[in-house]
């Protein structure tokens, strides 16, 4: 069993920076692959990153690619999602979840967190 909990959502101005974390309880953090999530209002929610169990892989989707980074400390536990050059369309919710391998579908990860808000204005 895995428990995430989200950190560090708030509201900047476009063009700004944020630094989600996601904290893991678990002594098999590292074994999983993570990925990072995000729900607008009034739409699904969304693929946005995934990093491999050891970091050395990783995927974006193509609306953050270029602009957000996904990192992981196994010693502590702890993703990372560092967002830069934000738009008011990365305005959601953001999710972090855990699963076997690293990949954009949904369906397919194991463990998911509550969320935190993220809002961007113009």
């Known amino acids: 069993q895995v428990q995430l909990v989200e950190s560090g959502g708030g509201l900047v101005q476009a063009g700004g920076s944020l630094r989600l974390s996601c904290a893991a309880s678990?002594?098999?953090?590292?074994?999983?692959?993570m990925g990072w999530f995000r729900q607008a209002p009034g739409k699904e929610r969304e693929f946005v990153a995934a990093i491999r169990w050891g970091g050395g892989s990783t995927l974006y989707a193509d609306s953050v690619k270029g602009r957000f980074t996904i990192s992981r400390d196994n010693a502590k536990n702890t993703v990372f999602l560092q967002m830069a050059s934000l738009k008011p369309e990365d305005t959601a919710v953001y999710y972090c979840?855990?699963?076997?391998?690293?990949?954009?579908?949904?369906?397919?990860?194991?463990?998911w967190g509550q969320g935190t808000q993220v809002t961007v204005s113009s």
């Open positions: 678990g002594r098999t953090f590292s074994s999983y692959a």
């Open positions: 979840a855990a699963g076997p391998t690293i990949q954009a579908i949904e369906s397919l990860y194991w463990y």
